[in-house]
């Protein structure tokens, strides 16, 4: 397979940068890689206006950091100020401690941040970086532009269009599957599948996060049972909704689901978000108490993303400790973030709590989780995302690759021992 054929989508490019030099060699590294249509900028605010005049947002935006008028920095603020929502490879020959500063901007921005390059760009390196993390496809319609409000979602509850989806979690010492978590999706008529980071917002401007909460642990532990019937014996973790946490019946309400369709209690495990009991309120304090006396397991989701982590550690008796992605993917590249990673794992482990990394999506996030300790992980390496009625079947060929994880663990574990 040539280079161009690989990228037979990659039709459009805006290269924004200040150097005329560098900006020509980025627009024939993009020919050559089969973009047709090339699109120039000088600096952000020349690129904003051009991004303006177009009918079609181009497939890939390449960045430079260093610009007058407006850097890279700002124009990704401006991006996100402006609701523009294209994918952004930055480029830059600055010091790679600072690229990856500027890349986590761009994510908590909520931006589409492709990739961190060094200049001068390299074909090959372009080329794996595309082929590897481009979101192929990604010029879609926004959730905004297609005209769905608090009317449709409700509609969307009510007829059944809010479907749960499960993603694996292997242990990472044996790669066994031991659960899933839930998440949830709106299956649209006319659009499709619609997935949450779309949809979630509006749910929670509209007051409906309970009722959909609700209704995706209802459908988890009713998929749950079924599992178990065919001999599948499954944690399922579903993200429990903070304006939940409000509510003292809480703990009955699930118990009553919990009990309805005859599931353990202890292999539910309700993920809560460390911003959900941040305040000093008694009411969620007290919710949570009574969920783990019934038995439920408590996780607290995205450790490490709020200021307030280990206060909600030492006050609440989770029972699971999950750590963010973004202090997962890629660690072994970035000393400070495997640090963070390290020192997460080993909390778990002086708690006497269960470790879940989330974010795993390739053999050296594996193998440096099976290094550090890590109890379970989940990611694309694992497996994306499926319906309930597809999880049996992975789970198949799934046990045929347990094998080739262990494998890449053990030629990694040998490895380290002949350097050392």
Known sequence: MTVTAAFGRLESVLVVDDSVVQRAHAVALCRALGARTLHEAGNGREALALLAGLERLPDLMILDLEMPTMDGSQTLEALRNQSIDLPVLLASSREIPLLDMIRDIGGVLGLRIVDVLQKPLVLEVLSASLRDKWPRGASKASFATLGLGAADLTAALENGQIEAHYQPKVAVKTAAMVGVETLARWRHPVHG???????????????????????????????????????????????????????????????????????????LMLEITESSVISNDSVPLGVLARLRIKGFGLSIDDYGTGFSSLQQMARIPFSELKVDRSFVHEAHLRANREVILRSALELASRLGIKSVAEGVETLEDWRLLQKLGCDTAQGYLIAKPMPGSELREWHKGHKLRKPELAAAVESSNAARQGTA
């Open 193 to 267: 599948l619609i997935p949450p980071s779309e949809f979630i917002p509006l749910a929670e401007r509209a007051g409906l996060m309970d009722a959909l909460t609700l209704r995706i642990l209802s459908e988890a532990l009713l998929q749950g049972a079924d599992w178990q019937a065919h001999g599948l014996h499954l944690s399922i973790a579903v993200n429990i909704s903070p304006t939940l946490l409000t509510r003292p019946s809480l703990p009955d309400e699930i118990t009553e689901i919990q009990q309805s369709f005859d599931f353990p209690a202890a292999q």
